[in-house]
């Protein structure tokens, strides 16, 4: 087999070790190192000594991004973080040396394809993006916390309520902390148009609360607030990063059901520049928003969808469940449609699926969104059952020419 990378090194990555095996020419060399920094410092002394041109790892975890950030930081390396599937050993040969040793003939003979890492500034924002993004949850998790608590105590201020946490809800709480009980004296903390639900308010505030669920109560509103103040901060140096990007932005918010931190979330996870990838349908493959292919002895089987990047995967198909409200739009005419056929389900993979090409093309040819409406949906529709019935009756011999009917 071709030798592509006569200098190479492979390196079998753990929390607290890394066996790296260096294959040059003239000879293979094999060494443990710890994974301090001062160590990873060493390993890369060692590797630029030998006269290494490539170095490759697994993506194990989070251990290899302390070796990428020193690796980045040398010139003469190309360094590739491979996906552990693409490189399975050898079963009954496993080892750390052995894996080392694996990774390095892959390498040497060019069969092996990095990951996609983005540069540090990049990596940085991603980062920021994600933290932000587990705050957001966790504050969900905590608001279903409240809910039954209050539920535990006959409250049921949800069922009049559209948000608990807005500012009545809170309000009402508050009080409820403080030992206020008369529903009738709770229901006048009403603001705007919940104050019309006055006697429906009074019934769901009657109920049987005790010490600890106040305490409860209190607790956990005291921790919304702070995750509410946490994720205001994270939004402020996520904005100023964003900035250099703007116009990007705007285009992608304008998409029906992407809003302003999902628009954000796409572009530190595909990065501004699009050309590494090669069209619309690789950046779909890249999120995992396409069909898998399993195929044997003529049947398809499985196609559930692959694996990507799940952090794209999963703000697109929810910015497809918002997209699938909108009245009036192309996009929720055809999720309507595939969801009568598919299942809701998959008609959101199918729609985030859109999502992403339709990001694709806006960020590379600089346009902005045009909502074609349902009409054109129909069009399309009429357009496609003419085609499958001109197909049906070509199959069957007969040769059709289409003539508009006149009225």
Known sequence: ?????????????HKKSITACIMTPDKKMIQTFGTMTDDLWELVDWIISSGCTHVAMESTGVYWK??????????????????AKHMKQVP????????????AQLLKHGLLKPSYIPNREQRELRELVRYRRSMIEERAREANRIQKVLEGANIKLSSVATNVLGVSGRLMMKEIIKGESDPVKL???AKHTLKQKHQELIRSLTGLIGRHQKMMIETQLRHIEFLEEEIRLLDKEIASRMSPFEE?????????????????QIIAEIGPDLSRYESADHLASWA???????????????????????????????SAASCSRKKDSFL?????????????????????????????????????????????????????????????????????TLNPQTV
């Open 1 to 13: 087999m071709e030798v592509l990378s006569p200098y190479v090194c492979g390196m079998d990555v």
């Open 66 to 83: 302390p070796i990428y950030n020193l690796l980045e930081l040398e010139p003469s390396l190309t360094v590739f973080v491979v996906n």
């Open 92 to 103: 009954g040969r496993k080892t750390d040396v052995k894996d080392a040793e694996w990774i």
């Open 187 to 189: 229901a006048q903390l």
């Open 248 to 264: 990007d932005l705007e285009r992608i918010d304008s998409i029906p059901g992407i809003g302003r931190r999902t628009a954000e």
């Open 288 to 318: 995992g928003l396409v069909p898998g292919q399993n195929e044997s002895a003529g049947k398809r089987l499985s196609s559930r969808i692959r694996k990507g990047n799940k952090y794209l995967r999963s703000a697109l198909v929810e």
């Open 332 to 400: 929720a005419a055809k999720s309507k449609r595939l969801a009568a056929r598919r299942g809701t389900k998959r008609a959101r993979v199918a729609i985030a699926h859109e999502l992403i090409k339709l990001v694709y093309y806006l960020m590379t040819r600089k346009e902005d969104y045009k909502e074609l409406g349902v009409q054109e949906f129909e069009k399309q529709k009429v357009e496609k059952k003419k085609q499958q019935a001109l197909k049906e009756l070509e199959k069957l011999g007969f040769q059709v």
